[in-house]
């Protein structure tokens, strides 16, 4: 579907490029289309469009930070803790 009709970019296009480039801002995907916006009446919906794959990204982001959080507690011994505790 034609999203600017200024510059001829659809969907597919902008969804693309966006992943391409690994940005979410309309501007700079408009930009790396060779295209750059010109009335802005379609920049609205594309931030729209892209915000999902946004999401998906922080969702991703997030699920590798706890990973990473998590491989790098160590235990501690029973009976260290147990002091620790008491302490």
Do not use: F, W
């Not at 579907?1 to 391409?20: P, Q, S």
């Not at 690994?22 to 915000?51: E, K």
């Amino acid at each position: 579907m034609i999203v600017c009709l200024c510059n001829g970019h659809n969907d597919r296009d902008i969804r693309a490029k966006a992943e391409e480039i690994g940005s979410t801002c309309p501007v700079t995907v408009y930009s790396a289309l060779q295209g750059p916006p010109r009335c802005g009446r379609c920049l609205d919906y594309a931030g729209q469009m892209l915000c999902p794959m946004d999401r998906e990204r922080s969702a991703e982001a997030a699920a590798s930070d706890s990973r990473t959080a998590v491989a790098s507690v160590q235990p501690m011994p029973v009976a260290d803790a147990r002091r620790a505790a008491l302490a």
